[in-house]
């Protein structure tokens, strides 16, 4: 059901408008004061905000929606007065409000103007779905070193027309380094044209590629543009290029070497502009070593390397990326937020990550669907990452003169005490939001020491 939140200092408004709404099936919450309605919108971001334009305290109407507007930018806010002079609701609008009500409010006008916004919000999700859906989102998250590196790096790269092979771990985020690329360069308003070449049949790659005439071949009943021409002025992504066969590796040099392309069955060649980002998860050296990749077309790709680091390399950012999937199934769905308890964030830390980010993103989903609304604790992490159970570091203490043991990591000594002291310290960072003066008072050490053991353990605060 949709959500609103009243904001407004009279209470019979918010008695009135609330029952209003809650009949009509929205879910509706209320607050006095700005400063208790931008917590909460912080803590549950509603579907749409109705703000009173004149409230007592530091926020007032226009600031609670400057807030809004800079917090939760895709929430719309209507706002409404009954004392509200026309530069009022002119400097409103010129701040983001969606539509301005005048008191006294009448039933009509407030559930129209309710609905209408609630459309709006649909729409900005069905975008940003999209957009995600496409792979044009070009949003990293993360503040470790390895990740500054990686943003450094694209930033130096992304406005020039340089190829750039994007290597790293499935689910380590190589599709949206290629769309930070695209976004970072002069042709951000073109095509971004992504080709998976693993789900390619070996006898389509041409046609996929380049297209094909009318008549071609069976089943060729119209003619089809491949994907250089319809990334033609803009960038053009191959994913998975180290699964290409023999025969489409060198009819690819070709394409990049002469920048022109011919479509199945046509005898015209056609002159290509594209920019050209490729992906893998193959060591790509070793397969020109192997023979099974052209050593010519690597060379052309691997103008510019990206290594992108795994979940197990960046552990300092995982709380980051919990919040920030769980802020994103919120956005899709409308679904209440999850709370993330430390111990939480702390077992989702001790996990090895196999699958990387996307892993991650799936862990989080599952448990926004499953818990929505309230606090994700330790044992709701279990539920869904059994392995995380066995966690050698939760157990009862060792005692070498009988009694419990506890389990054994299955790792060698330094690798175990790196990964304890990076769990510690990830869980004091996340309790003191990145804070290093906080957390190192958690731990019950100076803030030297701690920048140390960070940096040995690749960990960042939120400030650096």
Known sequence: ?????????????????????????????????????????????????????????????????????????????????????????????????????EKPLTPEGVLLALASAFELRQARRAAAALREDLGISGEMVGDSPVMHDVRTLIARVGPTDARVLITGESGTGKEL?????????????????????????????????????????????????????????????????????????????????????????????????????AATNKDLGRAVADGSFREDLFFRLNVIPIQLPTLRDRPGDLPALVRHFSARHRTRTGRPLVQWHDEALGALSFYRWPGNVRELANVVERLAILHAGTVVGRAEVIQVLPTVASDPFSGPAIHPAGGAHETLPALPLSDALDAYERRLLSAALAQSDGNVAEAARLLQTDRPNLYRRMRRLGLASAGE
């Open 177 to 277: 380094v290629a769309a930070a690329l695209h976004l970072a360069s002069p042709r951000r308003d073109r095509p971004f044209i992504r080709v998976n070449c693993a789900a390619i049949p070996r006898d389509l790659v041409e046609s996929e590629m380049f297209g094909h005439e009318r008549g071609a071949f069976t089943g060729a009943t119209d003619r089809r543009l491949g994907r250089f021409e319809l990334a033609h002025t803009g960038t053009l992504f191959l994913d998975e290029v180290g699964d290409l066969g023999a025969e489409a590796q060198a009819k690819l040099l070709r394409a990049i070497e002469a920048r022109e392309i011919e479509r199945v069955g046509g005898g015209k060649p056609i002159k290509i502009d594209v920019r050209i980002l």
């Open 1 to 101: 059901m949709p959500s609103v939140l009243i904001v407004d200092d009279e209470p019979n408004i918010r008695r009135m408008v609330g029952a209003l709404l809650s009949a009509e099936g929205y879910d509706v919450r209320d607050a006095a004061d700005g400063t208790t309605a931008l917590a909460l919108a912080e803590a549950n971001e509603p579907d749409v905000a109705l703000v009173d334009l004149m409230m007592p305290g530091d926020l007032d109407g226009l600031a609670l929606l400057q807030k809004l507007r800079e917090r939760r930018p895709d929430m719309p806010v209507v706002m409404m007065s009954g004392r509200a002079a026309l530069t009022d609701a002119v400097r409103a609008t010129k701040l983001g409000a969606f539509t301005f009500l």
